[in-house]
């Protein structure tokens, strides 16, 4: 396959085929936390992006030039935690001083975005793929728009549903989680678009 091709069938598949929320089921934790409102959302998606990115490629590097070099390829986990960790800090830290807002409004999920198993999922994707750097990056990018869009879509929904007549025993967490199940019927759609 040319190598421009598979570049796209990475960031495709990755975006809307093996969504992380909707086809893997990792990331759940902040994906109905904080999808209330489309505003946290998205920020949420931004944060998410920036560390996905980021992690993917520092993980890829450290795993092949300091984990398999010293033979410790089997502390790979605790090795991307920490990286993982260290990033959501980092982007902690941005986020409080350039928008304390948005800052205030992810509350804790932004912390928990360091336990976020999508993130740890993709690192761990990508070098179970054998992935090159590049593809490494385009997989953590394109894991991290399907989180954004999937998290966006839902936000949206949400908040729709808010302003919808809904029997009492469904109102609230009960609607979001068959909207979230349907949502997850209609991703597994795009199961046949790759191969």
Excluded: W
Aim: some cysteine.
């Amino acid at each position: 396959m040319d190598y421009a091709l598979s570049i796209f069938v990475i960031l495709l598949s990755s975006i809307l085929v093996n969504n992380f929320i909707m086809s893997r089921f990792l990331g759940i934790c902040p994906f109905l936390g904080v999808s209330k409102r489309v505003e946290t959302a998205v920020g949420m998606g931004l944060a998410v992006t920036f560390v996905m990115a980021l992690a993917s490629v520092i993980t890829y590097l450290a795993h092949y030039f300091i984990l398999v070099p010293l033979k410790l390829e089997y502390m790979q986990t605790l090795a991307f935690i920490l990286i993982i960790a260290a990033l959501v800090q980092f982007v902690e830290m941005v986020i409080q001083k350039s928008s304390p807002s948005l800052y205030q409004a992810l509350g804790v999920y932004l912390p928990l975005i360091t336990t976020n198993c999508a993130v740890l999922g993709v690192a761990i994707i990508n070098i179970e793929e054998g992935y090159d750097l590049f593809q490494t990056l385009i997989n953590g990018v394109g894991g991290a728009l399907g989180f954004t869009l999937a998290i966006v879509l839902f936000a949206g929904i949400r908040e729709r549903l808010d302003l919808s007549d809904i029997p009492k025993p469904l109102q609230g967490f009960p609607i979001a989680m068959i909207t979230a199940g349907l949502m997850s019927v209609a991703f597994l759609g795009f199961q046949g678009l790759i191969r």
